[in-house]
């Protein structure tokens, strides 16, 4: 489980300079399969070994230009509640704003480590300039250029010195089911419908660990915890139907999840919002299980479930191996098979193939459609074993793994998933040198 860190200033300072600078090695900003520009504000990150989140929370408003100063507190109220960690980007070329000053009164009255950039040092003769950042009343602050990347080093080594170890999460045994969607999909009218009663949360765990959501429950027969991100602890303040606050509470809760039931509005579609999330649970390897909610205002005839599920399928590509289910969280339609299926992606997501095995189903098929030749040399691949990963990962070995495609890599993929069941659950496939 790693931390979320948040880049939060006012516009212009350089916060998405910063931010792709530190993603960089790790993310593609545009994926290349499909063309599609996914959420560019989100990221993983590694230094010193620690992992973390990075969230541009910038990158979230439009036309940021005019942006309101009330928005940008918003933002920043959210930083403190949902991530670990804050990167608070100032400008050297303006100096101090009065909405700089703004932001360091909201940052001075947490707990949680804020550090001050100071951006935009690209020459020693502006090291001097940054002194009256110290006016902000946030302690020490760091010299960086987010063009040139100076100093962005020190920032790094600062950082993760200040994040908090995270504690293993308790019950690792129980399955972490997480009700992700964007504000209104019904997220806690489909909370309150599987709950039915308070009798079946069997420990409201809320409060154990600092930002802890969960709640266990006992239901249909199944044990789980689920990680809200709706209804139990909304808080009134945010309600705004504002892409970035549901995707800055998915990220926590996505994280801390095996699965996610993805919630849309069967009336609004799979729109840009609801993708952004998918790709967010997809990116992290958990499992998904999409829920169309509010079946029962959907005008239906023969072919609707079948045209709903192709429009949703298509633009999930290539990852279409996903559970699609109608449900209505107000009369409770599928509720449990919600439940069921989400069970068994968490089931598909912890399976162990065994060495033998999958030598013995996967050889024969990769002997019958080897990869292609690569400049007149032939490509042999002689044996394949699933990594101790918990997720499912597999390396196949082989002679000249470097010359082996991407549509090849996705034909072991679906014959990995054809085989061996791997229903709404990310798979990596590597191939290495044998
Ligand atoms: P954001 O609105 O805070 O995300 O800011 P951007 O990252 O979009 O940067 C705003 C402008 O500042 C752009 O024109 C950047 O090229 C520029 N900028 C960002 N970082 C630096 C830096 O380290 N040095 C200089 N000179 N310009 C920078
Ligand atoms: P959240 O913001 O995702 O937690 O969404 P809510 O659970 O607050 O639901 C938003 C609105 O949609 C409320 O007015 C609900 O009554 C309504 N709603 C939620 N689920 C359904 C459903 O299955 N059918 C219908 N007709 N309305 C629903």
């Not at 995270?166 to 209104?184: C, Q, S, Y």
């Not at 809760?253 to 609801?274: N, Y």
């Amino acid at each position: 489980m790693s931390n979320i860190v948040a880049i939060v200033g006012r516009p212009n300072v350089g916060k998405s300079t910063l931010f792709n600078r530190l993603i960089q090695r790790r993310e593609a900003i545009v994926d290349a399969v499909s063309g599609v520009t996914r959420d560019r504000h989100y990221g993983k990150t590694d230094w010193n070994g620690r992992e973390f989140s990075l969230i541009d929370t910038g990158g979230y408003v439009v036309g940021s230009d005019d942006i309101f100063e009330q928005e940008i507190d918003k933002q920043v109220e959210l930083a403190i509640d949902e991530a670990d960690a804050i990167l608070f980007v100032v400008d050297v070329e303006t100096g101090v704003t009065g909405m700089d000053e703004d932001v360091a009164q909201l940052l001075r009255q947490t707990d949680k480590p804020v550090l001050v950039a100071v951006n935009k040092v690209d020459n020693g003769q502006r090291e001097a300039d940054a002194v009256e950042f110290y006016s902000l009343g946030l302690g020490e602050y760091y010299s960086i250029s987010g063009i040139n990347g100076s100093g962005t080093g020190e920032l790094l080594d600062a950082l993760v010195e200040v994040l908090p170890e995270k504690e293993e999460v308790e019950d690792v045994e129980l399955p972490r089911f997480a009700v992700v969607g964007r504000p209104n999909a019904g997220k806690s009218s489909f909370i309150n419908a599987l709950i039915g009663e308070d009798r079946y949360i069997v420990t409201d765990i809320a409060g154990t660990t600092r930002d802890s959501n969960d709640t266990r429950y006992n239901r249909f027969g199944f044990e789980f915890n689920l990680v809200d991100t709706a209804g139990i602890r909304r808080k009134a303040k945010v309600k705004e139907d504002l892409e970035f606050y549901s995707v800055m509470r998915s990220v926590r809760a996505i994280e801390h999840s095996d699965v996610c039931l993805l919630l849309i509005d069967a009336t609004r579609g799979f729109e840009g919002q609801d993708q952004n999330i998918f790709w967010l649970a997809e990116r992290n390897r958990k499992g998904i299980v999409i829920l169309v909610n509010k079946w029962d205002l959907v005008e239906k005839d023969t072919g609707t479930v079948k045209e709903f599920e192709k429009s949703i399928r298509k633009i999930i590509e290539p990852f279409t191996d996903v559970p699609v289910i109608f449900i209505s969280a107000l009369t409770k339609q599928r509720i449990f098979k919600a439940i069921e299926t989400a069970v068994e992606v968490y089931q598909n997501r912890s399976k162990r193939i065994s060495t033998s095995k999958l030598n013995e189903v996967m050889l024969p098929i990769i002997e019958q459609t080897p990869p292609p030749a690569n400049k007149g040399k032939y490509i042999k691949i002689k044996f394949c074993t699933q990594l101790p990963t918990p997720m499912p990962q597999f390396a196949f070995f082989a002679n000249l793994p470097q010359y082996i495609k991407d549509p090849y890599r996705r034909f072991v993929e679906n014959k990995l998933r054809e085989h061996f069941g791997f229903h709404g659950v990310p798979i990596d496939v590597f191939f290495r040198k044998k």
